[in-house]
């Protein structure tokens, strides 16, 4: 039996290839680096290297799941945001690197208190309060289970004493006022869903990535309670669809708030800033 680095990594490419993985060579490395507990840059040294037969099966255990579209975060346990490593489970969406967006344009602002709208695994508000050291926050899910990712997250940076984790349905359990209010909320149209890579439904949780009213259904009840959360020379930043600039800033707007429209590095709408 071959175990050379070098084949090994080959038939996993070809196995991811053939799955219709969408960057087969980066995945099989990052699952054969875990596999080894070296790094990426590591694994570059070893190519003509052998691995034991228990490490060749593990790594071939991650392919499988891999193979099966399960998210390379979920396999490996953590997912890297803002060149940070968070703990990342089936119960939380797999943080997408589009929503640096969100932090690139919130550490333009000044702030002492943050709001995170559907935290999921916290990834937003923690790296928002170690990018401020003198920052404090409020982070809100609806679901326990994300919570509990959010709370192990922010046990892994000492940020216990600097945030609170609350339970709640948007803004209705929150009862005070912010400086700045940021939200990465569930946005896919339910009854498009047949439009989107099937990792993303079969193994993200459901609330964190649906919404309903064509998808708009969390910017409209944001929108709605908004007032109540943020301060009066306060600014909330929420990312949106690449196509729901248009819909979610005539949404904010009906409230009687003013809007502008940011792009990603990818160049498509992705950031709405809202003010009073
Ligand atoms: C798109 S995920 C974002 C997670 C994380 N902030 C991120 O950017 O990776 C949306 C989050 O909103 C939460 N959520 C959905 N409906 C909610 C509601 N009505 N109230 C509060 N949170 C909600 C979900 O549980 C999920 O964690």
Request: charged share 25%; net charge neutral; aromatic share 8%.
């Amino acid at each position: 039996m071959n175990n050379s680095i070098n084949i090994l990594l080959k038939e996993a490419i070809c196995r991811l290839r053939n799955s219709g993985i969408k960057d087969p060579v980066g995945d099989s490395r990052k699952l054969l680096a875990h596999a080894l507990r070296i790094s990426k840059k590591d694994l570059i040294m070893m190519n003509q290297a052998s691995i034991t037969e228990e490490i060749k099966a593990n790594f071939i255990s991650f392919i499988e799941l891999r193979e099966d579209l399960k998210p390379v975060s979920q396999i490996l346990g953590f997912r890297s945001f803002w060149g940070r490593d968070f703990y990342i489970d089936e119960n939380v969406l797999d943080p997408r690197p589009e929503t640096e967006t969100i932090i690139n344009h919130a550490l333009k602002r000044e702030f002492n208190k943050v709001l995170d709208l559907g935290t999921g695994s916290g990834i937003i508000i923690i790296t928002l309060l170690l990018e401020r050291q003198s920052s404090l926050g409020q982070a809100v899910d609806i679901s326990n289970s994300a919570l509990s990712v959010a709370a192990k997250n922010i046990k892994k940076f000492n940020l216990d004493d600097r945030v609170s984790v609350i339970s709640s349905n948007w803004c209705e359990g929150v009862h005070e006022k912010f400086d700045l209010v940021v939200a990465n909320p569930p946005y896919i149209d339910r009854s498009r869903n047949e439009l989107y890579d099937q990792s993303i439904i079969s193994w993200e949780p459901e609330i964190a990535l649906f919404s309903n009213k064509h998808g708009f259904g969390a910017y409209l009840a944001i929108a709605q309670q908004l007032r109540l959360v943020l301060k009066d020379t306060g600014v909330a930043i929420f990312e949106i669809g690449y196509d729901q600039a248009l819909k979610v800033s005539r949404i904010f707007q009906n409230e009687g708030f003013q809007t502008s429209v940011f792009k990603d590095l990818s160049n498509k709408d992705r950031v709405i800033e809202v003010t009073f």
